[in-house]
C-alpha cells in the first residue's frame, strides 16, 4: 500500500514559479516510478512527467520541458515537481502518481496509487 498526499499548489501570476511535493507512505515507495498528472477542468487527466526509482531517469510531456524538473528524495519519501514559467494553460489540478511496478509510463492506468490533488491556477 502507498498513501500520497500532495501540497504546494495555489494561486501564481504567468510567469512565476511554484514546487508541488507528494508525500509517500509505504514501504514500496523506494522502488516505485512517480509521476505527476494534471487534469484541467472538462479535459481528460495527461502525463505531465515522471522519474524512476533512483532518480536518474526521467520523462516529461513536450509542454513542459524545459520549464517543470521532477525529482524525488527517498530518505524524505518525498517526489516533487518544480515549476517555472507558468502559464494560464499549466491552471489544473495537479496529481502524484505511483507505478509499484518501477515503469515509467505516460499513461495514468498503468499507476496503481494516486494522491487526492492540489489546484494550481494561474493567472494571466
Known amino acids: 500500500q502507498v498513501q500520497l498526499v500532495e501540497s504546494g499548489g495555489g494561486l501564481v501570476q504567468a510567469g512565476g514559479s511554484l514546487r508541488l511535493s507528494c508525500a509517500a507512505s509505504?514501504?514500496?515507495?523506494?522502488?516505485?516510478?512517480m509521476a505527476w498528472f494534471r487534469q484541467a477542468r472538462g479535459l481528460e487527466r495527461e502525463f505531465v512527467a515522471a522519474?524512476?526509482?533512483?532518480?536518474?531517469?526521467?520523462d516529461y510531456s513536450d509542454f513542459v520541458k524545459g520549464r517543470f524538473t521532477i525529482s524525488r528524495d527517498n530518505a524524505k519519501n518525498t517526489v516533487y515537481l518544480q515549476m517555472n514559467s507558468l502559464k494560464p494553460k499549466d491552471t489544473a489540478v495537479y496529481y502524484c502518481?505511483?507505478?509499484?511496478?518501477?515503469?515509467?509510463?505516460?499513461?495514468?492506468?498503468?499507476?496503481?496509487?494516486w494522491g487526492q490533488g492540489t489546484q494550481v491556477t494561474v493567472s494571466p
Open positions: 509505504g514501504r514500496t515507495f523506494s522502488s516505485a516510478a
Open positions: 522519474i524512476n526509482w533512483s532518480g536518474g531517469v526521467t
Open positions: 502518481a505511483a507505478n509499484t511496478r518501477g515503469a515509467i509510463l505516460t499513461a495514468p492506468r498503468w499507476y496503481d496509487y
